[in-house]
């Protein structure tokens, strides 16, 4: 079937694409001396990654820590100003966006911060951070944004009472709800989750996953979800990225990714994914990596996870592999061998 697409700043995106990112890039300047400061190397956070996400659905993006996933998030977010690449939202490039105009286009993009006790201000009743954004875009009066405070107040499952209320008299569960609040309360098309369950007891993390998933079926949110934890994106994604020191390494379907991986170290991640069946679980083998993630001031030649890597050959320490389609439907993969990952 064929989709009909619209000419945008330097690029093509297909109607139903919100979010379209090209050869993303963010490295920071590392220097040295007091007086005169010289650039002395750069930390490569992201070094060149492309995605895209359609209207209504979720993209997973997975890794270990220092691979570089919140840096994408704060970057299409622009809280980071990218070194390169393009992110091209609703036909605008927001890379080359400053002043009103990125201010105006931020109001479509909300991000829910990992730490809900570090994102809301302890000196403020909830009925004012929640209440924030909307003051501040002028989207109704002062009597109308109470009504709207309360209202989602009772979508995100609290009591409109609480309104009055400050950031210390809730638990961990009920504080992300008040973040989830604040991050819908100017009816954003897009929202960057940065791990939001991480800081959660277990005991409640499926409530909150619940939660952004029914949001995402009554608002049609467009969701990019940032996790390390492969059964907690799989419960949400519809695609799944696999991201390793600053690029994808893969990337698919959330079915097709579980069931035939096509990278070792998205193999080596599901490995460490508990599996409720005992029989199951004492009969599979672990892959346990050896070392430590590189750093990202100086990428290792040819592939980025050779180092690591329990099938690495003379090519991979020599020659990058590409980030190429693989079998299957939309499966992206970085590796040589990648057609021996079973």
């Known amino acids: 079937m064929m989709v009909d697409t619209v000419d945008t700043a330097d ?40 995605f895209s996400i359609e209207r209504g659905k979720t993209l997973g993006l997975v890794g270990e820590s220092g691979s570089g996933k919140t840096t994408i998030g704060r970057t299409l977010i622009r ?43 302890p000196r403020f009743t909830i009925g004012s951070l929640i209440s924030e954004p909307m003051h501040i875009y002028k989207v109704g009066s ?19 009472e609480y309104i009055d209320r400050y950031p210390h008299e809730f638990s961990g569960g009920q504080r992300q709800r008040i ?23 277990v005991s409640i993390r499926a ?73 199951i679980e004492r009969k599979r083998q672990r892959i346990i990596l050896s070392g430590d993630l590189p750093s990202p001031v100086n990428i290792p030649s040819g592939c980025r996870f050779h180092q690591r890597c329990p099938m690495a050959q003379q090519i991979c320490r020599e020659v990058e592999p590409a980030f190429e389609a693989k079998e299957g439907h939309e499966h992206y993969a970085a590796c040589h061998f990648s057609d021996q990952v079973s």
């Open 11 to 50: 690029t093509v995106v297909a109607n139903n694409t919100l979010l379209d990112v090209r050869d993303l890039k963010m490295h920071f300047p590392l220097t040295r001396g007091i007086l005169i400061q010289r650039t002395v190397g750069y930390v490569r956070a992201v070094d060149g990654v492309s």
């Open 79 to 121: 809280l980071y100003k990218p070194t390169s690449g393009q992110i091209i939202f609703d036909k605008q490039d927001l890379a080359k966006l400053n002043g009103e105009a990125l201010r105006h286009i931020r109001q479509n993009i909300q991000m829910i911060f990992q730490d809900p006790f570090a994102s809301l201000n």
């Open 142 to 160: 002062n009597k109308e944004i109470r009504e709207r405070t309360e209202e989602l107040l009772q979508i995100v499952g609290l009591r409109p």
């Open 179 to 201: 973040v989830i609040a604040r991050a819908l309360s100017i009816n954003p098309e897009f929202v960057i989750a940065d791990e939001p369950v991480s800081a959660l007891d």
């Open 207 to 279: 409530q909150i996953l619940n939660l952004l998933e029914r949001l995402q079926n009554q608002f049609n949110l467009t969701y990019l979800f940032v996790s390390h934890d492969l059964s907690v994106v799989r419960h949400v994604a519809d695609r799944i990225a696999v991201m390793y020191l600053g690029t994808f390494v893969e990337m698919a379907d959330r079915d097709e990714l579980y069931t035939a991986p096509k990278h070792p170290y998205t193999k080596a991640l599901l490995s460490a994914v508990p599996i409720p069946d005992p029989k």
